[in-house]
């Protein structure tokens, strides 16, 4: 689907307001997470026949509404809701791009499906983000962030959690792998994102491999 001139201006503002929200960001979910997000998301939209104006916007928009970097998921909404509300967006547009971004987040695994096929390319553009080199990148700088150390094998990976167990309990960033980032490719909706799934995951695979050589002295 085109997307028409006036879109393309809400898509501008859209993009100087993420930037904006983000550009301070030390957690890995900066402005360039969500650039890279945005720009996987054109891709598999297109591939996939998705409407490329909400899944852009809904993509350049969900992390503004992650309740990790707001007081609550209820306030990062409103913050989008209100920007919405300030553009030229259709109702209809507006609650299906709210749909999208409220089911975004891994959350333990424990987030309903998405429903539209927009949904789906813009939680599978942010995944593949979480899934390859840049991803291991991102775990690190986040387990920094969060005081986690690098490996403890005293620790083993957890894996019933309660929302609250996942957000805030003791881990390590290679648990983090084994914990959620590994669990990924298997949660992929669509056919384009899968097989970029695959190779990545396959990376991801080979560093813990050789990381664990390493731990043990092995190589």
């Known amino acids: 689907m085109t997307i028409k001139e006036e879109q393309k201006k809400i898509i501008e503002a859209a993009t100087k307001f993420a930037r904006a929200f983000h550009e301070n960001d030390v957690t890995g979910h900066d402005w360039w997470h969500i650039h890279r997000v945005v720009a996987m998301t054109e891709r598999l939209a297109k591939e996939e026949g998705a409407d490329q104006f909400v899944s852009l916007i809904a993509a350049l928009l969900h992390d503004v509404a992650d309740e990790k970097l707001n007081d609550s998921k209820e306030a990062g909404i409103r913050n989008v809701e209100d920007w919405m509300l300030s553009q030229q967006i259709g109702t209809e547009d507006r609650e299906h791009v709210i749909e999208i971004i409220s089911r975004m987040s891994y959350n333990g695994g424990k987030n309903p499906p998405m429903r539209t096929l927009e949904g789906k390319v813009v939680q599978d553009a942010d995944r ?27 620790l083993a990976p957890r894996e019933m959690m309660t929302k609250e167990e996942y957000r ?4 390590t960033a290679i648990n983090h792998f084994y914990e959620k980032l590994l669990k990924l490719k298997d949660r992929i909706n669509t056919v384009s994102g899968k097989r970029i799934a695959e190779e990545r995951h396959r990376f991801m695979a080979n560093y813990l491999e050789q990381f664990h050589l390493e731990w043990d002295g092995r190589v």
Do not use: E, H
């Not at 899934?131 to 005293?154: E, H, V």
């Not at 805030?168 to 881990?171: F, H, I, L, Q, T």
């Open 128 to 154: 593949l983000d979480a899934i390859g080199a840049i991803a291991i990148a991102r775990c690190f700088l986040y387990a920094g962030f969060t005081g986690d150390q690098i490996y403890d094998p005293s």
């Open 168 to 171: 805030n309990g003791k881990s």
